[in-house]
């Protein structure tokens, strides 16, 4: 066994947790305002594209992923007003989203169809440090946006338990008419975190084209990330610091075929391991479909449930 | 509380009836979609009383809360706030000028602590939150007003009448002189509106302003310092002075006319046993709903179901209707069996069923009058609805149905017509005539007419010889119209008594988990 690889492996793990802990904060955000935002994926497609074409067309990865981010939040917008002012469903604008956001995609890709960006976004080097046997590549030789992801869950995790804003976002999330009972607008407050949920997942799809992808490929490049980053939030109970947790080892899942193949293991077919990430959405889905279990698991009690202030 | 502080309170808090209300309401208009909910409405509240709002369901009450609290505007009329005129745009204006609303169905998030409820909103407070600080800062409210709570307490887990003083806190942390209580004690037990009670003088004497919203009479002449009477929309009466109020006298004032709510019992022997509960338990999701229940109900006898919301009324209600299969125990009608046989096999036997959720479980709401009495009738392919039209114009006619004939969509009936409908199909019998009903919380949301015709309609099926099972929340309509009382506490029955002797005190407590002292 070659531990070389593994060591690599690990390393990937925690730069593929990127892209699931951005998307999956950014649905954590959304959720715990009581907004089910399916179309995850769709947003990360349409961000993933978009940061490529402002990187490609300006040279700057930087505007590229300031313009992955905004299009993402523009894209949550659609979702915002669909549910929250229009009251629709949620499950099907979210999966209207999704549709919708990966033909977006594929129509504004069609020119950079296999088109590699020119710069990509480059892990740091702490000197010395990065080259600490085991734990150098893995901790010191990541890239600018994935300790920034940390700092972002980290942040969140404070932020909703140990401030104000929080603890109003945790109750509209809950309990919106007690909410709207202190005369605090549910609208505006599910409004703010769906955009913002929104431009974290548009942060997570644009560094997972500039950092990880850099070729644009529209079936490969999300390939389903989106809908892992929503169970990861279920698996995480709704908390940030459990997220990083659950993403670094989903990261390690997703990659674990291609480590497997690169040390000739083949008795697991590689095609079963990839399903793994798959399954684990299913079983979240289904985990969620059940009152019961929704609630041991912490959901928010009013998720996906469009707030109607009641008429006496 | 001792009973010295209670003495205190029941003396006059406005020595003169020259000080500037609190909080006024000058000719109130509002109007809702084809209905004017409140009518050139004058009120008024001083500091210190107990202000009492009563009337009927639908009387404009609630409405006019809800613009004494910023929740609404009015189309015309204004408020003023210590003789000055203040605009209410919305529940935070309210707060702002000191007034808060306690809503009938509690406004809190069962999850967080009660600390953590009781400042959610405020504004005063640092961006960081200090969880011991703030449990301190909130204990320090509610003691200075004698209200206990503990703050580090998850609300999920208090009592109703915990979370009620919760919200009460909550008001008061907010700085709320005024505070209005909209049916505080609909969901109380009656120990528990005791408690409230005392909690309301305390707040009086600290110069506190309460409207006190109700429709039940008695407790209102007990609390209320001055009582203001609305109907559709109108004030038809005022009393000032404690204790000057009369029951009858605002019951009249309430419906209009004079009114006869106590029903008499069964006076007949009662016949052979139609339902027979064996032993019955049913634990759903490894919780016990119901444990080892057993009794009868015979035939011309009603029997009353009474308890807290949520101790297992409903599970025993639909076991009995087949919906549910127990795990253990048994149900009979008229000797068979009809446990796990569905719902379809109890009917035939003769079950009536009117559950609680009238609209949902009961009726068909986006159907006619006449489809939803089809549904409990002979059931060919064909649909056969000219057999039936001339029976359902004559229910509508017997059970005094307002509605346009047959056809009229039952989702367009008020609450106490939708009720007279289900109670007609109910009671007039489907494939095989009625011999049990099961009635769950009959008047829930009716006014004060609509009672009174549900209840001769039930007292008129037992002298017809039904058996009935009557289960309700609320504890007065079980005390007056049931021949046995059966108090239902987590799933168990922990009292029984005959309905001629029993005592709301007795049930109250056992009704609140207390061991009475009538049973062993």
């Known amino acids: ?312 | 509380m001792t009973n010295a502080s209670h003495e205190v309170a029941k003396g006059p808090h406005h020595a003169s009836g020259a000080a500037p209300s609190a909080l006024s309401a000058h000719s109130i208009v509002k109007r809702f979609p084809g209905v004017l909910a409140n009518d050139s409405v004058d009120f008024d509240v001083l500091p210190g009383e107990v202000h009492t709002l009563l009337g009927e369901n639908g009387a404009g009450k609630s409405t006019l809360a809800a613009m004494l609290c910023g929740l609404y505007q009015p189309d015309s009329g204004y408020i003023t706030r210590n003789g000055e005129r203040i605009a209410l745009s919305s529940p935070r204006a309210g707060l702002h000028h000191g007034i808060a609303m306690v809503h009938q169905h509690f406004r809190l998030v069962e999850r967080f602590t009660v600390a953590e409820n009781v400042i959610l909103g405020s504004r005063d407070l640092s961006y960081k939150l200090n969880r011991s600080e703030l449990e301190d800062k909130v204990a320090a409210v509610a003691d200075s007003y004698g209200l206990p709570i503990e703050p580090g307490a998850t609300v999920g887990e208090l009592s109703v009448g915990q979370r009620q003083r919760v919200e009460i806190v909550k008001a008061l942390y907010q700085g709320a002189e005024i505070l209005l209580l909209d049916e505080p004690t609909a969901v109380l037990v009656p120990a528990e509106v005791e408690k409230l009670f005392e909690n309301v003088h305390a707040m009086t004497r600290a110069g506190k302003s309460i409207v006190f919203i109700s429709h039940k009479l008695g407790e209102v002449v007990e609390i209320s310092d001055r009582v203001t009477v609305l109907r559709n929309g109108r004030v038809t009466g005022h009393v000032s002075g404690r204790g000057a109020a009369d029951t009858k006298e605002l019951a009249r004032l309430m419906v209009g006319r004079d009114i006869e709510l106590t029903t008499q019992r069964a006076s007949h022997a009662t016949g052979h046993e139609v339902l027979q509960i064996r032993d019955l338990s049913l634990t759903v999701n490894g919780v016990s709903v119901l444990s080892d229940i057993s009794f009868n109900v015979h035939a011309g006898e009603m029997v009353g179901i009474a308890g807290v919301a949520g101790n297992g009324q409903r599970e025993l209600a639909d076991t009995i209707a087949g919906l549910i299969s127990p795990t253990s125990g048994s149900v009979a009608i008229s000797g068979s069996l009809t446990t796990d046989r569905g719902p379809i096999h109890a009917r035939e036997l003769g079950l009536a069923y009117v559950p609680e959720d009238r609209l949902g479980m009961g009726l068909v709401p986006s159907m006619s009058i006449l489809d939803n009495l089809l549904l409990t009738r002979d059931r060919h392919i064909v649909v056969d609805r000219t057999t039936v039209r001339p029976e359902a114009a004559r229910l509508i006619e017997q059970f005094e149905i307002k509605a346009n004939g047959p056809d009229h969509v039952a989702r367009k009936l008020s609450g106490g017509n939708a009720q007279k409908v289900l109670l007609a199909r109910e009671l007039s019998g489907g494939r095989t005539a009625t011999k049990l009903l099961v009635v769950c919380s009959p008047t829930r949301g009716l006014d004060v007419g609509a009672i009174e015709t549900v209840r001769a309609l039930l007292d008129d099926a037992r002298s017809a010889g039904q058996a009935i099972l009557l289960i309700s929340e609320d504890l007065d309509e079980v005390m007056s119209l049931s021949d046995r009382i059966f108090v239902l506490y987590r799933g168990s029955v922990v009292y029984e008594t005959p309905g001629e002797s029993a005592q709301l005190s007795t049930v109250g407590a056992a009704m609140a988990g207390l061991q009475p002292e009538g049973k062993s």
Not at chain 1, 74 to 91: D, E, F, K, M, P
Not at chain 1, 165 to 181: I, N
Not at chain 1, 274 to 285: F, G, V
């Open chain 1, 1 to 312: 066994m070659n531990g070389n690889i593994w060591v690599l492996a690990s390393a990937d793990s925690v730069a593929i947790a990127t892209t699931l802990i951005l998307a999956a904060l950014g649905a954590l955000f959304t959720e715990r305002a009581g907004v089910l935002n399916l179309g995850i994926e769709g947003i990360l497609l349409t961000s993933a594209i978009s940061s490529f074409l402002a990187a490609d067309s300006s040279g700057s990865i930087w505007l590229g992923l300031i313009v992955g981010s905004l299009v993402g939040a523009l894209l949550a917008g659609i979702h915002a007003v669909l549910s929250v002012v229009l009251r629709a469903n949620q499950i099907v604008a979210g999966l209207a989203l999704v549709i919708f956001g990966t033909g977006l995609a594929n129509f504004l890709g069609k020119p950079a169809e296999g088109k590699t960006v020119t710069t990509i976004i480059k892990p740091l080097s702490f000197g010395p440090l990065s080259d600490i046997p085991l734990i150098g590549p893995i901790v010191f030789r990541q890239d600018p946006i994935t300790y920034a992801s940390i700092v972002i869950a980290i942040v969140s995790s404070l932020y909703l338990f140990r401030s104000r804003p929080g603890l109003e976002l945790r109750a509209t999330g809950d309990d919106p008419a007690t909410v709207d009972a202190q005369g605090l607008s549910v609208a505006s407050i599910r409004i703010r975190y769906t955009l913002f949920g929104g431009l974290l997942v548009g942060l997570g799809g644009s560094w997972l084209m500039l950092a990880q992808s850099a070729a644009w490929h529209q079936a490969a490049t999300t390939n389903g990330v989106g809908w892992i980053a929503l169970a990861l939030v279920v698996f995480a109970g709704w908390r940030p610091m459990r997220l990083i947790f659950g993403a670094i080892l989903f990261g390690f899942t997703l990659q674990l075929p291609f480590t497997l193949q690169a040390e000739q293991i083949t008795f697991i077919p590689s095609a079963l391991m990839q399903m793994l990430p798959y399954l684990a959405t299913l079983i979240a889905l289904i985990a969620l479909s059940r009152p019961s279990t929704r609630n041991k698991l912490g959901a928010p009690k009013s998720l996906g449930i469009p707030f109607v202030r009641d008429e006496r």
